[in-house]
């Protein structure tokens, strides 16, 4: 039989650390910081409900840490109790960074956690097919982060990614990426999660038959990222579609715009 991930008990020290020692990790924690959530917490700070921060020594002669669980509550104590108070931590030695990752992702969330929070994580860990959606999307200078595609190729849509990924492959990934780059460019929405699931679903229901090169550019013509995101949710509103059909629905519009019927394309069943 074999045993589960962190099946064995991780060795630990509970002690009583200055704030002023502690670090958010710089890897293992969430993808976003709500600073209007730690602002709650630290309005509302109860000492009974913080519960232990969990934290491992930062190394060498250093005498910080880094916290792993708990950025939002170690933010309201520096803002509520300041840096010379003591809080309790769960300090782990010699714990590995993919165990660190372990043990986050397995903490119960006194945050519920998105996609979005959850994937540099998930990096560390290495998950699933998370390492080749990584690799894609750095070779075509984009990432995972929570900020708009105009600032530095910055994808939020997490699950819309790994969507695409799993309908065909890291070969259909690609395909959307690079179709969505070159009908969009560096537009904020060039990324968002419906012209993803969308264009993935034109691309599986039609494979071969879509000229990627000559819809591309009907697109970047026809209007911009955010109005098409607009009018695609405009037609859900009129005809019972889906969000992701209705881009799809709009795309194959765009497409046989022009074009001979025997070149036409079908819309989605």
């Not at 916290?67 to 509550?73: A, K, S, W, Y």
Request: contains cysteine; proline residues 4%; glycine residues 8%.
């Amino acid at each position: 039989m074999t045993a589960k991930r962190n099946s064995a008990f991780l060795p630990y020290t509970t002690q009583w650390i200055l704030v002023r020692l502690l670090l958010p990790h710089p890897v293992v924690q969430r993808g976003t910081f709500s600073k209007k959530w730690g602002d709650s917490i630290a309005r509302n700070f109860d000492p009974e409900k913080f519960g232990v921060l969990e934290c491992v020594p930062v190394g060498g002669n250093s005498k910080k840490y880094h916290v792993f669980d708990g950025q939002h509550r170690l933010y309201a104590a520096k803002t509520y109790l300041g840096p010379d108070q003591l809080v309790p931590c769960r300090v782990y030695i010699n714990l590995p960074l993919e165990m660190q990752a372990d043990k986050f992702i397995g903490l119960d969330d006194r945050k519920k956690m998105t996609a979005l929070d959850k994937w540099p994580v998930r990096v560390v860990r290495k998950d699933g097919d998370v390492l080749e959606i990584q690799t894609i999307l750095r070779d075509r200078g984009l990432r995972i982060s929570n900020c708009g595609s105009k600032h530095g190729g910055n994808i939020r849509a997490v699950t819309a990614i790994e969507w695409a990924y799993r309908l065909g492959g890291a070969e259909l990934l690609a395909r959307v990426l690079d179709f969505l780059t070159a009908a969009y460019g560096d537009q904020e929405d060039t990324y968002h999660g419906c012209l993803i699931r969308g264009t993935a679903f034109l691309f599986g229901q039609h494979n071969g038959a879509v000229d990627d090169i000559a819809l591309a550019n009907k697109l970047s013509k026809h209007s911009t990222a955010a109005l098409f995101v607009g009018a695609s949710r405009d037609l859900t509103k009129v005809v019972n579609l889906s969000m992701q059909r209705a881009v799809c629905h709009k795309l194959v519009g765009i497409y046989n715009s022009g074009r001979r019927p025997a070149n036409h394309i079908a819309f989605p069943q």
